[in-house]
């Protein structure tokens, strides 16, 4: 069998179906490929079934606090099972709305692996078998985790981002092999769940990719949760034995727990996609090199997501799906990064969106900046949630908002402010000059602008 299209989508994750729901928009006659389940990673195994475990742990954080709101409460039990199966429902109901989605945009979803035969050509196997033509071809495979020849994963005991999901008791000790991100993530989750948890990391700090103020602020607020972090420190190998697992390290001595997390990275997923056949490679780190319109080397075949090794998170992929698509339908249009908004789901979350100070000094740019506590604010006390603070990061000169961080309770919501001013090239001024809602946590950001500029009103006056 043979199809006719205009686009074909390779991957329907949120840079693939978001793409394809753009062009189909656009009236375009579209095609979706997807050899797993739709919505790719972030919604089955990644962004929506961690923070949905996340979000119960964050309950029964709640819940143990309860007494300092006034409230009694009795004993507490954890049922892990009904936590898991509760975020399996999460998952399978939001994509079962998403299939809806996609076919009432009318876009023709094929379930099966794709490869080139030719730039214009994909040949589709699995439950279903075709060759798909299509004028423009957009490619979002994605990424999957980092497995280590020196101590893969068994899934068993020694498990990945994805394996883990699947538990369905609460470990009782936990080694996780990274302090990225996504390890510092189940951290959080298992820690607040009981699980005594240890973070092997071989940089020198946690979270080093999102700047040493985090950082810092982060190892302390672990450590006081009773996360051991050991940084500096390279694993050798990791054993599986019967009920435990053993992680060595290169200074010869070892670590026992019950489970041991694999967290150091993912990388691209290009396999069995039969580039060359496109005119199609990968570059020495196994990227696909895009242009600002998102499209390759080949004219016609656009890349976007994880596989084009700018931003590996889902929200970037879909940004760049709708780039891609505009493209691909003849409407110019190019990506922008430099207000890109990342999160890391922690307890407290952590927001960052722009330059941090040490990107922006390294650019040799002359800043002003200044941070806020979130103590001082009246919302932040009110709520128990006084952890964590916002900072501003501008042009001296101008007030230009260039960077922004905020560590502490709905950070993940907080950031999108400043994401917005440094996307429009805001200053300071502006912040200020715009009333907030009082009482609420974004008077932080009022605040920290204000401080930026030496008048800060919730905080007495520097002494001379």
Known sequence: ????????VIGAGPGGYVAAIKAAQLGKKVALIEKNRLGGTCLNVGCIPTKTLLSSAGVLHQIKRAAEFGIEVGPISIAYAKMKARKDEVVTKIRKGLEGLIKSNKITIYQGSAQFTSP???KIQGKDNLLLNAEKIIIATGSVPVDVKAF???HLRILDSTSILELTEIPKTLAIIGGGYIGCEFASLFAELGTKVTILEALPSVLSAQGSTISSFMTKSFSAKGIEIR???KVETVHSHKNQVRVSLSDGSHLDAEFALVAIGRKVYTEGLCLEKAALQVNQRGFLEVDETMETAVRGIFAIGDVTGKWMLAHVASHQGI????NACGQRSIAHYEAVPAVVFTSPEIGTAGLTLEQ???KGIAVT???????AIGKAEASGEKEGFAQVIADK???????AVVIGHEASNLIAEMALAIQNELTLDCVIETIHAHPTLSEVWHEAAAMALGMPIHLPPRRS
């Not at 069998?1 to 074909?8: G, K, R, Y």
């Not at 000169?397 to 960077?403: R, S, V, Y």
């Open 1 to 8: 069998m043979e199809e006719q299209f205009d686009i074909a």
């Open 120 to 122: 214009q050509q994909l």
């Open 152 to 154: 893969p994963c068994d």
């Open 231 to 233: 940084t500096a420190v």
């Open 323 to 326: 780039i891609a698509a505009m």
């Open 360 to 362: 922006a000094t390294e």
């Open 369 to 375: 900046h200044a941070s806020f506590p979130f103590q």
């Open 397 to 403: 000169k101008t007030g230009q908002i260039l960077g």
